[in-house]
């Protein structure tokens, strides 16, 4: 019994991840669409929105129900952010990406990009200034806080932006395994100031 005490006071993965995640203070968690219904009992998404003119919702990209990270983590970030595809292009190239996605709980969710583009500038809400006159979105923008400049992210009227494809070899230097960082074999310059992306390959790991 005293072992089973023992063990059942040992922190979880989660939670030590999440602990991790907390110290950080900086931590955007990916998050994506998929077909089958979630209830998040009424739980808003955290990161919030506020429209400037006509509503945004007609003219964004729809998704499907968005799967968030677990609760725990969830809670331990300052971001979470949609890694999705536009669904204008059925022929398997990637041209333009939505940085905003109405999902089918009629809520917005930012993009990865977006999101982390918030947490760098310190800001506590994304605006969107929508003229339905006009076609549509007209500018998507982040203000810091307690200053009066907007960093504004240029998109076409559907809140998407094109996708900059450059050389392989160009940046093929800015990769850096996760050994290495575990082992600290990677100089603290090489990532100091630097918006690192940790890659994962499965769906259940964003």
């Not at 907390?22 to 009992?41: E, I, M, N, P």
């Amino acid at each position: 019994s005293t072992t089973r005490g023992r063990l059942q006071q040992v922190p979880t993965n989660d939670q030590l991840l999440a602990d991790a995640i907390a110290a950080s203070g900086k931590v955007v968690l990916g998050q994506t669409t998929f077909g089958d219904k979630r209830d998040y009992k009424g739980e808003p998404p955290r990161t919030s929105f506020a429209t400037v003119g006509d509503d945004p919702v007609p003219f964004l990209e729809r998704g499907f129900t968005v799967l968030r990270p677990l609760p725990i983590l969830d809670q331990a970030a300052a971001g979470r952010g949609l890694v999705s595809l536009s669904e204008k292009y059925f022929d398997g190239i990637v041209r333009q990406v939505p940085t905003v996605i109405s999902a089918d709980d009629g809520l917005l969710y930012p993009s990865l990009a977006l999101e982390m583009l918030r947490v760098k500038l310190g800001g506590r809400t994304i605006g969107i200034r929508t003229d339905k006159t006009t076609g549509g979105i007209n500018e998507i923008f982040v203000r810091p806080p307690r200053s009066r400049d907007r960093y504004v992210v240029r998109t076409d009227s559907g809140g998407q932006v094109w996708v900059y494809f450059r050389p392989h070899e160009s940046f093929q230097n800015a990769y850096i395994s996760a050994t290495d960082i575990l082992n600290d074999r990677v100089p603290k310059e090489k990532l100091a100031g630097k918006l690192a992306l940790v890659g994962t390959s499965a769906t259940g790991l964003l």
